[in-house]
């Protein structure tokens, strides 16, 4: 199994950063994609950034300019810098990857963090 760590989230003010971090753990062979996806309050979830394990990064329209994707193949991890935070960006944030475990590397399967609150006030 893959354990998909989350950190970073909390309270901000309107214009302010703020940087989350999403470790993978267990007994992984290969990741593939990294994502940030987010769900606000009675809205579904939605991508907010993604990036490839060559490091190619997809960013969704509402937040290019202000965020960055960026990973560390050797950790395993993924990070998500907010910049210029706006009040709309108050959700849950979710890390998500695909990975195959060690013993079974041509099984992919998609790993979900358990999320990590985001408050921006006005």
């Known amino acids: 199994q893959v354990q998909l760590s989350e950190s970073g989230g909390g309270l901000v003010q309107a214009g302010g950063s703020l940087r989350l971090t999403c470790a993978a753990s267990?007994?992984?062979?290969?990741?593939?994609?990294m994502d940030w996806y987010r769900q606000a309050p009675g809205k579904q979830r939605e991508l907010v950034a993604g990036i490839t394990s060559g490091g190619s990064p997809n960013l969704a329209d509402s937040v290019k300019g202000r965020f960055i994707i960026s990973r560390d193949n050797g950790k395993n991890t993924v990070y998500l810098q907010m910049n210029s935070l706006k009040p709309e960006d108050t959700a849950v944030y979710y890390c998500?990857?695909?990975?195959?475990?060690?013993?079974?590397?041509?099984?992919?399967?998609?790993?979900w963090g358990q999320g990590t609150q985001v408050t921006v006030s006005s």
């Open positions: 998500r990857c695909d990975a195959s475990l060690i013993g079974t590397s041509s099984i992919w399967r998609t790993y």
């Open positions: 267990g007994s992984i062979s290969r990741l593939s994609n």
